[in-house]
């Protein structure tokens, strides 16, 4: 089997390097997906509340897949059909997952719930021990729902801290 080819860095710094990989929205969502809602099929994919185009969602896998953080899986009734699982480099993903969320409810307006995004931060090891037994396991129960409906915001409640 030939080498994997190397990537060409535009620099050693490792923000760039992780933004070469992930930089892209949709990048992450996917991993989101696999990690907390249980998503593994491209159809899972298609339907999260976001609407990846077709085309982008086959790339990004293909391209998280070459990265080593997704990897493929035929399925064991029908082989045609593939399940995409969190390889241990995509699941070590899941504190700057949270980091995100947590970041982002802090700061703007967002449809999580404020006491569901401040108890994850109060328990964070616990979320995080959690959505990895998940992944061991390969538990597909969602570690969090679809957050929709109206915004919240930690910006407007005075809450400088979650």
Request: with cysteine; proline share 5%; charged share 35%.
């Amino acid at each position: 089997m030939p080498a994997k080819p190397k990537l060409e860095r535009r620099s050693g710094c490792p923000v760039s390097i992780s933004l070469e990989m992930l930089g892209d929205r949709w990048s992450l969502l996917i991993v989101r997906d696999l990690m907390v809602r249980g998503y593994r099929t491209f159809k899972d994919f298609q339907g999260s509340s976001e609407k990846i185009a077709t085309n982008i969602l086959a790339d990004r896998l293909k391209k998280l897949e070459a990265a080593g953080i997704v990897h493929a899986e035929p399925e064991t009734t029908d082989r045609r059909r593939v399940n995409y699982r969190l390889t241990e480099k995509g699941i070590d993903l899941a504190p700057v997952l949270l980091d995100l969320l947590i970041w982002a409810a802090r700061h703007e307006e967002t449809g999580a719930p404020c006491a569901l995004i401040m108890d994850m931060e109060k328990n964070r090891e616990a979320v995080l021990s959690e959505a990895r037994r998940r992944w061991r396991e390969r538990d597909l129960t969602p570690l969090l729902p679809e957050f929709k409906g109206k915004k919240e915001t930690g910006r407007k409640t005075g809450r400088e801290k979650l």
